[in-house]
Structures are given as C-alpha cells and as structure tokens.
C-alpha cells in the first residue's frame, strides 16, 4: 500500500511555542490531506482539509490562526501549532488521498505533541 | 452536522466467539464506509471496507453490511482470536471527508 510518513514522531515542547509537523506522500501524489486530532483514548477528530495549492478547509471549532495548514507540494502538508498550551497536548495524525477515484485514505504514523 | 455513531464502546468475548461493532450514519451522501483498527499508539489500519451499491462483503473471518436505507453498517469478526484485541472504528465517506465513529475497545479473552 501507499506509504504516509510524519515528522516528529514525538514533540515535546515549552507552552508559549511553535511546532511544525509534516505529513509526506512518499510514492504517490496527494492533492488533498487530512489532519486529525486524537485524545487519549478518542476518536479522530478532523480538523481539517489540506488541498495542494489552495487554503485549507478547517473544521467548526478549529482555530485557523492557532493551527496554521500548509499543503505547499503534492507530497508535503504541514501543520503549525502556535503558541501552544498544555491543551494542545495531543496525538495528531495526518492522512493523504491519491484522488483519481482512490477510495482510500492512507495514515501517517502520528505525532505526539506534549506541551509543557 | 455529520456524525458516526457507534455501539457498543467496549466489548468482551470469550476467544472463538463472534464479534459485531455496529454504526450508523447521519449524511446520506456517504458513500464510502471503512473500518479500521487502531493499536496504542499506531496509526488505523484499514482491514475492510464497503461502497454504498454493495450489501456485503466479506475477508476471511471479517465481514461487513451495509443497510442504505436504514444507513446502518456493521463489522463482524468471526472465531476471534487474542490479537483482534485493538480499538476499531468505523467511518463514513461523503463527498471528500471521513467521519469517523468514536470506536469500540475489543477485547478478546483467552
């Protein structure tokens, strides 16, 4: 199957910070991706919809400025946290489409972001 | 808005029983209904998955249906075995977004 990877795998970082993560097609090209949020024992939440190219799609409730979406490549979508808070505190897990009629999505591997 | 509903959230069996995870949907448009299985700390793993024009399908000892009509869909798992102990979930696909249930916690004693 089609390859997603993500990095840091593991984030630890002070409350006032930024992190960058980035979610990379590796053998195929994504025009949309996912990223979601998971808390412990949770479901995955959608935050939103990354599309090469154009802005990003946020869920309701999702702060636009406070997780800022980058989809700058076909293979590459990053997510910024800024100024984060120990609620922030996650697992973020990002997924890619192939499009032309794929119906599945691939995940990444994940990223746990601790906030101190 | 869209949502996955999904019952039960935690579920015990007794190894070589049957297992079913059942969901139901609010966007009629959906079209696309995965499953995965999640370990601790691991990405979801897609072990089957159904389109809207079809009823069953079925992988060895995993199967899932689908009712349009009443928008339900359900796993089942065969002759459970310990390592089908995970977190599995269930979504739906509309137009370009997953929503996914907020997942069962299996648990298959030995």
């Known amino acids: 199957g089609a390859v997603v990877s993500q990095h840091p795998s593991r984030v630890i970082c002070k409350s006032g910070t930024s992190v960058k993560i980035e979610c990379r097609s590796l053998d195929f090209q994504a025009t949309t991706m996912f990223w979601y949020r998971q808390f412990p024992k949770k479901s995955l939440m959608l935050m939103a919809t990354?599309?090469?190219?154009?802005?990003?799609?946020?869920e309701q409730g999702v702060e636009k400025d406070k997780f800022l979406i980058n989809h700058a490549s076909l293979t590459l979508s990053t997510l910024t946290v800024t100024s984060a808070h120990p609620e922030d505190s996650s697992f973020y897990i990002c997924?890619?489409?192939?499009?032309?009629?794929?119906?599945?999505?691939?995940f990444g591997p994940g990223t746990r972001l601790t906030v101190l | 808005g869209e949502n996955v509903e999904q019952h039960p959230s935690t579920l015990s069996v007794q190894e070589g029983d049957s297992a079913v995870i059942k969901c139901t949907y609010s966007d009629s448009a959906s079209n696309y209904f995965p499953w995965y299985k999640q370990e601790l700390g691991k990405r979801p793993q897609l072990i089957i998955d159904?389109?809207?024009?079809?009823g069953e399908k079925k992988d060895q000892r995993i199967a899932v249906t689908l009712n349009k009509t009443a928008k339900h869909f359900s796993l089942h798992i065969t002759e459970t075995q310990p390592e089908d102990s995970a977190v599995y979930f269930c979504a739906a696909r509309g137009t370009y977004k997953y929503i996914f249930g907020t997942g069962t916690r299996l648990k298959v004693l030995a």
């Open positions: 159904i389109r809207s024009n079809v």
């Open positions: 997924s890619a489409d192939p499009g032309q009629g794929a119906k599945e999505q691939f």
């Open positions: 990354s599309n090469e190219g154009s802005k990003a799609t946020y």
